[in-house]
């Protein structure tokens, strides 16, 4: 009995469950006290409310729409965490999921508008895009030295003006925004398979599903194939992975185009439903790439773990709308998130520490019973990576 | 042609001040990707300050604006830039991670901390907005008719030849490089390299904050803080790794690209430029695209310390 219990505690997943609801807590406790500077009076109140989101609504009608756009806001978060997950553990950090998602988002509004395709060819066109992004990077890295985190940066940056280049020619007369998605090229809309009729929302399409049903490949992928493996032993020691055979530079430049399409895919996922209109003079990169570095972080780098941090950090940022705006300000939900990822910096110092707690009172167990296999439990403790 | 030269010095000034702070902070070994936000947070802290002398002591001198605005824009930078050197020095934490998330925080918190003040002040007052026209004033010499010189110039080729003399010909300098090459090395003749690291990223924050303060005064006379500083911060990182981690090429690196920037603001008040009907996206793109390519050709040979981005672990070899 005793033995079982330890040995859940030892589990990897549930250190990494517990170390991101540390962080999850510690996030809104900070939040909540930069609320109580603010105005004492509602803090309380406005993280509730932040927390609610849709449950703030009275019908269950209302309830279930407003669940809807979260869900609709949720799914490309998913994509770009998974595009960032699935480079990380091969060892190499998509900062440039933003850009991707950047030029996926132009080119799938691109082909829409300008081209008048339907939906599915919008998406192949923005996850196309996106992927070769992602190989300017990867080459950048294989065969130039630059670090991908550099190239990403500066690539992000580079997608956005020409994106809004690009997409002026398919802007309003009379505003900054595209033209209106359902107006112009009905065919392009996601399908939505009655989904949007169970949520009472008309933005409630397939992407939602296929969110899931990537997250389920990408895990099956780096977890149960070859390939997988052959990408993760690339990250862990791109030497010895030469020195084994595996084309090291290949896979690095294999991995970032398939997170460049992961995260052009995202995007399609979202602005293909019509929810939003790209604006042609937006200054700043969109947030949904770093906020998919949070979500990676918090799901505790596995793809189904960043199905629930996705929906997580959406629910709140949603949920920062019901607060009290005479008091306070919708943006306590993009604080008490970029407080979450600055903790999810410390995860591994969590996990650390955790694992020699378990360490130290297994020895001490063993000592009691007079064991003499103390030795290589503490070796196993001590472990650093 | 007067506007270009003035706008290419403030871009440059803010460029060369925010890379110098990046340079200081890899030099140690700590990859400061906040730069973006320690901006943010620094230039808050000037514009605060601004508006609260213009509002509660209306006739103060523009050396007590200046001395005023600038220390709070370093005290500001240096205690934000706190949050990184804890997390990457004391608990070995992923500098990329704490990096990015705090540019998300400091966009976030000023948004939230100035929409409180401003709400508190008027209730009717949702925005983000801090005016400091009057004070922005003190910032600025008039030279000849049109010409405005910014203090910031000035004060950036001080902070230049007092970087360059700092990092090459002082103990202090010198050691603080040691732990970004080989801190083992450096620990093993005596040097505690956990302080120098805190002080290549204080002093990153305090160039940072300086920066940022100095990139919202520029032109503008007022500054939304829902924006950010719309990417400066990460074309400083470009700056500095263009300047190969170097003083003065860093300067170089930042008129070069400064001049880019300042011809997407002006270029239609020069005929030739206007006549070319070249969209101004070109223009703010290229110092991206440059740096790239030029990266694409030195990385190979790369300057950068070798220890950067990696935590001290006292008992490795």
Known sequence: MDKNKKSFFKNEGVQAVIASLICVVL?????????????????????????????????????????????????????????????????????????????????????ALAWNLPWWLCIIVAAFSGAVLGTISGILKAYCNVNEVISGIMLNWISLYCMNMLLESVKEETSPYTKNLAAVNRKAILPTLGLDKVFGNKYVTIAIPLAIIMAVIVWIVLEKTKFGYELKATGFNRHAAKYCGMAEKRNMIITLSIGGAIAGFGAAMFYLTGIEQWNCSQSSVPGMGFNGIAAAFLGGLNPIGSIFSSYFIQHITEGGANVDL??????IADLVSAIIIYLCGFVFFMKYVMKKMIAKREEAAKLATEKETAEEDKNEGGENK | MTLLLQYTLFFASVLTLVALGGCFSEHSGVINLGLEGIMVIGGMGGALTMRYIAEHFPDASAFTIIAMALLMAIVFGMIYSLLLAVASINFNADQTIVGTAMNMLATAAATVIIKAINTAKNSSNVSSVVEYIKPKEAFMIRIGKYFDLSWFAIITVILLVVAYITL?????????????????????????VYKMRYAGVLISGALGGIGGLSYITAGVSEWKFEDGVRGFGFLALAVMIFGQWKPMKIALAAILFGAFRALSNVREAIPFLASLKIPSQIYVMMPYI??????????????????????????QR
């Open chain 1, 27 to 111: 996030g809104l406790l900070i939040g909540f006290i930069v609320l109580l500077c603010i105005n004492p009076a509602g803090a309380g109140k406005a993280i509730v409310d932040m927390m609610k989101n849709f449950f703030a609504y009275k019908t269950s009608s209302l309830q279930l729409k407003y669940f809807g756009s979260t869900l609709v806001k949720s799914a490309p978060l998913v994509l770009c965490s998974l595009s960032i997950l699935f480079c990380y553990k091969v060892g190499l950090f998509n900062i440039g999921a933003a850009g991707q998602y950047t030029i996926g988002a132009g080119f799938a509004l691109y082909a």
């Open chain 1, 326 to 331: 005479r008091v306070y300000s919708r943006q």
């Open chain 2, 168 to 192: 090459y010909k002082t103990k202090f300098g010198l050691r603080l490089m040691a732990c970004g090459e080989y801190p083992q090395a450096a620990a093993s003749v005596g040097i505690d």
């Open chain 2, 290 to 315: 440059i740096s790239l390519v030029v990266l694409a050709f030195t990385s190979k040979k790369s300057r950068a310390p070798k220890a950067e981005g990696i935590p001290y672990d006292k008992g």
